[in-house]
C-alpha cells in the first residue's frame, strides 16, 4: 500500500513542523482528513493550540473544529508519522544572508524520526538547492537512511497572503515536486486531498523552489519600482497615486503601489537568491537594488517629514509626531521586519518625540522587538500624524479626526504613505509617497 492510501487510511500520520502562519492551518487542513501530529518547539504555543487558540491571530476558535491534531512539543511524537512537512522561519540575519537554523533544526528533529519508506516535504521559502543540499545531508546523517531509496523528499512552497481570506491553503494552486517521480505522485495526492485549486507538478525540486523565490522577488522589484517613481515625483511636485491612476488605465500596465516592504517574505525572500546566484559567479543588480530602494523607504519618509516640520517654522526638537500602524501590512498582527520601525527610529534620531499606535499589534512584541510602546489614547497635541499602514479602521477617519490630533486643532502635517487620504485633504499639510 502507497503513503496516501496508509494516510487515508489512518495507518499513517501526517507531521507538521513549525506551527506558525503557514503550519498551523495545513495541520489542521490535513486534520479533516488524516490523523496528524502537530509539532512546535514553543510549548506555550502549543499550549494555546491545544485550548483552539492560534497564537498568531489568524485564525478562529471555529476553524480547530472536527481536527483532532495531536498538538505537541516533544520531538519524539514525530515518530508517529510518516509524512513530515517543515513549515519553520527561514528569515535573514543582520547581513541579509539566509539563516537556515530553524530549516536544519527541524531537519535533525525529522530524521530522528525518520522511517523507511517516510516522506519529508519542505514547505519553508528557500533558495533553489537548499532542500538537496542542506537539507537532505541532514535528514540523512541523522537517520543513517539515504533518501531516494529509504524515504522521499519533496518540496511545495507555501503561498499563502497573510491577511487575505480570500486566498487561502486550499484556494491556491498548490506546486508540488518530488526527488522522484513516484515522490511527486504521492506528494501530489496527498496535497490534492486539501487542495482544491489544483496541483502543479514541477518537474524537479529546485524548479519549485525557484518558482516561489521568484514569486516574491517579482514582486519586491515591481514595488522597488514605484517606489523610486515616487521619490522622482515627490522632486517633481506630482502626485504618485495620481500618476499611476493615470497610467493603470492602459491595459497592461502593472497593478504595484509605492509603500513601506516588510514582513518575512518579500523583504526577505530576494536575498536569498542573490546568496545562491552569487555561488554561480553572478551579482545581481537588479534584485539588490530593488531591496536597497526598498528598504530604505522608512528613513526617506521620515527625512521628508522632518523637511515638512522645518519647512512650517517648528523646532524639531521640540515637535511631537504620531504614527498611526506598527505591522508590516494592513490588517494583521505581524510586527516582523516592519519598515515603520525604520521610520520611527529616523524620526528619533532628529530628536522628535514619536507615539506610536495600532490597533492590531500586540505591545508587548512591539516593544520587546523595537523598543517602542504603542499607545492607547491619543494626546492630541500632535505636530503631525503619519498614517504609515492602511488598516480597515484607519480608511473611515476624515480631515476633522486628523485636526482633532493636532495640537491647537490644526495646521498640522499629514503624512499618508498609503495615499489613503488623498484629494480629502484640504487644510492640513498633506505628503503622501
Ligand atoms: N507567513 C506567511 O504568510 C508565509 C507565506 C509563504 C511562505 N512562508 C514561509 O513559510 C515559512 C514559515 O513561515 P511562518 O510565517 O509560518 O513562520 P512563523 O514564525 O509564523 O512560524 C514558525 C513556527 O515554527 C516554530 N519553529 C521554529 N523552529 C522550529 C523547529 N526547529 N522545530 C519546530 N518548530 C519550530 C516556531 O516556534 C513558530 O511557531 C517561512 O519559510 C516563510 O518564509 C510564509
Known sequence: ?????????????????????????????????????????????????????????????SDFDDCNVLFTSDASDLRQAHFHIIGVPTPIDAHNLPDLRHVLAASRSVGKALKKGDYVVYESTVYPGCTEEDCIPVLEEVSGLKAGPDFKVGFSPERIN?????????TIVKVVSGCDEEALENIARTYGQIVTAGIHKAPTIRVAEAAKIIENTQRDVNIALMNELSIIFNRMGINTYDVLEAARTKWNFLNFFPGLVGGHCIGVDPYYLVYKAKEYRYHPQ????????????????????????????????GTK???????FKENVTDIRNSKVADLISELQSYGVRVDVTDPFADPE???????????????????????????????????????????DNGPGILVDIKGI?????KDLTYWSF
Open 365 to 407: 512584541e512591539v516593544k520587546e522587538e523595537y523598543g517602542f510602546g504603542l499607545v492607547n489614547e491619543y494626546d492630541h497635541n500632535y505636530d503631525a500624524v503619519v498614517v504609515a499602514v492602511n488598516h480597515a479602521p484607519y480608511l473611515r477617519l476624515t480631515e476633522d479626526d486628523f485636526r482633532n490630533m493636532m495640537k
Open 321 to 327: 509626531v504620531l504614527v498611526m500602524g506598527a505591522t
Open 421 to 425: 487620504y488623498r484629494n480629502k485633504i
Open 162 to 170: 497573510p491577511g487575505d481570506k480570500e486566498h487561502s491553503l486550499t
Open 1 to 61: 500500500m502507497g503513503i496516501f492510501d496508509k494516510l487515508k487510511k489512518k495507518e499513517a500520520a501526517v507531521s507538521v513542523i513549525g506551527l506558525g502562519y503557514v503550519g498551523l492551518p495545513i495541520a489542521l487542513e490535513f486534520a479533516r482528513h488524516f490523523r496528524v501530529v502537530g509539532f512546535d518547539i514553543r510549548a506555550d504555543r502549543v499550549e494555546k493550540m491545544r485550548n483552539r487558540i492560534d497564537p498568531n491571530h489568524e485564525l478562529e476558535a
Open 286 to 317: 537588479v534584485i539588490n537594488s530593488g531591496r536597497f530602494v526598498n528598504d530604505s523607504m522608512g528613513f526617506y519618509a521620515a527625512k521628508q517629514l522632518v523637511k515638512k516640520l522645518i519647512a512650517a517654522g517648528k523646532n524639531i526638537l
